[in-house]
């Protein structure tokens, strides 16, 4: 191959939808051998110029070129097969099967006219040693962790012997040796030539792996550096076009009275939740730490009826109440944002206005059994309004819209409710610093509103900035119960690892 300093060269880019100029003229210039780092706001224009490189797309204007020549990719597959890959956020995989299935979906090794099984699996194996991953090929991704699932879905780009390999927000399930892990396979693709582009909200992990960086905003391409001449401040104010000085608000939210009571809690299908106790209160911002693996996640499902209850009491206001499903929570005053909201939080075939006044139903139904679109018309546009969602219309399909303003969406779909305990898994994952700090401020506006607010994170960062209060999850067991005041970051550590 020619000496040539770049990779990939993305030139004035441009591409938009109806009511809606997504990409204006964004250029993108990845090297070899280096991690290109691709930063901006939910709704930038990141995901829409990379789904333009990869196929999905078609670029209204510009040009690309990849290994020197000008390439203008129609399909995923003439991606893939000619050295581009891209290991997706939202996972994306066929579940019912195995490892080696989902590796080699669609080019099956063969023998004569029957699929070469033994090939298939020593190529997986070869994979899978050289990036140290330590995964059974013949296991059913169903019964993976996230974490496993999401080293598959590398070891698979890595098979196509791809030299550009996308990833958007691959740590985002990870603890912190997966991380460290995970790149260091970063770092050997690196030394073999590959250019990566890493879509990331994570500061410390893009000055920790990145050689340049480029910021978007509204569309627009912002600026390109090297990633030691830019400070952590210098990119949020790049991102956001102001000066973001504190990334938590203020906190004026006043606990008072037990609104929650959970007593000797536990799930009916083990591994799960094993006799977890804590009290809730009014106006509290109640934070839930712990490893990957801890079952926090359990608790939330379980106070929700997603979980059957094997035993305990859950009391609201003092009186002893049965979850025994989600729509009896939702009765009883509960509303849970869960974790992955592509998968259980939006429909994505659904337009804005309809995955917003789900939950809220029947509410709209007139005396003459009509739905009343007036009001639905309405409540969707506050829900628009208050939560700063950026899109065309109320008409927009979901699953058009970024995964953080997917994620405003169900806020304001669970906030129509009017719940008395608002249950947020993971709330902003994925979601950059701008949108966080809005969702945090939503969070303590709620609590102040006299709302109790449970908050699972991976995050203690944001464990210690949001929360009054941080329940410690160990093996599905509860290790502890802090004051945030009066925690640091090496307790909840400690307390994680109590019963591992």
């Not at 991606?79 to 080699?104: C, K, P, R, Y």
């Not at 691959?170 to 892990?181: A, D, G, R």
């Not at 005396?367 to 969602?389: P, Y």
């Not at 960062?461 to 502890?480: C, F, H, Y």
Request: with cysteine; charged share 30%; hydrophobic share 35%.
């Amino acid at each position: 191959m020619e000496n040539k300093e770049y990779l990939l060269e993305m030139k004035n880019i441009s591409k938009s939808f109806p009511g809606v100029k997504a990409l204006d003229e964004v250029s993108l210039k990845v090297r070899s051998h280096s991690v290109h780092a691709l930063m901006g706001e939910n709704g930038a224009g990141k995901s829409t110029l990379m789904k333009c490189l990869f196929g999905i797309y078609k670029k209204d204007s510009g040009t690309i070129s990849f290994d020197g020549k000008e390439i203008n990719f129609t399909s995923t597959r003439e991606a893939l097969d000619n050295g581009v890959s891209m290991v997706h956020q939202e996972l994306n995989q066929v579940t019912q099967t195995n490892v080696l299935d989902n590796i080699w979906l669609g080019r099956f090794p063969t023998k004569g006219f029957f699929v070469d099984e033994k090939a298939m699996y020593d190529k997986t194996i070869e994979i899978f040693k050289n990036l140290e991953i330590n995964i059974n090929p013949k296991m059913k991704v169903r019964d993976l962790s996230v974490s496993q699932r999401q080293m598959i879905e590398i070891a698979k780009a890595v098979s196509y012997n791809s030299k550009i390999i996308v990833m958007d927000e691959p740590t985002s399930s990870l603890t912190e040796n997966e991380v460290e892990h995970l790149f260091k396979i970063i770092r050997r693709l690196k030394e073999d030539g590959c250019g990566i582009i890493y879509i990331s909200h994570k500061m410390e992990e893009i000055k920790a792996i990145s050689d340049d960086i480029t910021i978007m905003r509204d569309g627009k391409w912002i600026g390109t550096e090297r990633s030691d001449k830019l400070t952590t401040d210098e990119i949020i104010n790049l991102m956001v076009g102001r000066d973001l000085t504190d990334r938590f608000p203020p906190k004026d939210n006043e606990p008072s009275e037990v609104i929650l009571e959970v007593e000797n809690l536990s799930a009916k299908h083990q591994p799960s939740i094993n006799d977890i106790s804590f009290k809730l209160r009014k106006g509290e911002i109640l934070g839930v730490a712990g490893l990957v693996g801890a079952k926090r996640t359990d608790i939330v499902e379980t106070i929700f009826g997603i979980r059957e209850k094997a035993k305990g009491k859950i009391k609201l206001f003092g009186k002893e109440i049965n979850n025994k499903s989600p729509k009896v929570a939702v009765k009883n005053g509960f509303a849970l944002v869960t974790e992955e909201r592509r998968a259980t939080g939006i429909f994505s075939m659904l337009d804005i206005k309809e995955n917003t006044i789900l939950a809220n139903i029947d509410s709209y139904v007139k005396k003459n059994k009509l739905l009343d679109n007036e009001k639905m018309i309405k409540d969707t546009q506050w829900g628009i309004d208050s939560m700063r969602t950026k899109t065309p219309t109320q008409r927009t399909h979901i699953g058009s819209l970024s995964g953080g303003n997917q994620q405003k969406v169900i806020l304001s779909r669970w906030l129509l409710t009017e719940p008395d305990i608002l249950m947020l898994d993971e709330p902003t994952r994925g979601i950059d610093v701008g949108a966080k700090y809005e969702i945090y401020q939503l969070m303590i506006e709620l609590a102040k509103k006299g709302k109790g607010v449970i908050m699972v994170s991976s995050e203690m960062s944001e464990l210690l900035g949001v929360s009054d209060r941080i329940i410690v999850m160990s093996n599905g067991k509860l290790a502890g119960i802090v004051n945030t005041k009066e925690t640091t970051q090496e307790e909840l550590l400690s307390l994680s690892a109590k019963y591992l």
